[in-house]
């Protein structure tokens, strides 16, 4: 498995001296840029600002978070934006009068929706 060769290596190098991972974040960079396509960062931005609600808000959250979590230089900003955009018209004019500005928070709200009227989220 190249994983475990990877693995071995990177122990060995430690061993040695030669430890280039200090932290958590440097172990993620380090494992990420040896298994995951370059491209992969960029085909998941092009379908996160594409991606809009089509069925459930519980869908659409987990779409949304599969994505996001592939691209690791998403801004606050940038992906609140994103999410909101592609929220059903009825979902993000509920997110705006309530005054939300951060993601998680827009996340968790929106779960909300679901909870207080299951058949809503399906409307538009």
Known sequence: DVALLWWRRKSTDEKRGRNTIGTWEEFQRELKKQFYPQFTE????AKLRR????GTIREYVRAFSELMLQISDLSE????YWFEDGLKPWAKHELRRQGITELTVAMAEVESFVELGPARDKLE
């Open 42 to 45: 960029k085909e998941a931005r």
């Open 51 to 54: 991606l809009t609600q089509q």
């Open 77 to 80: 900003k940038e992906s609140f």
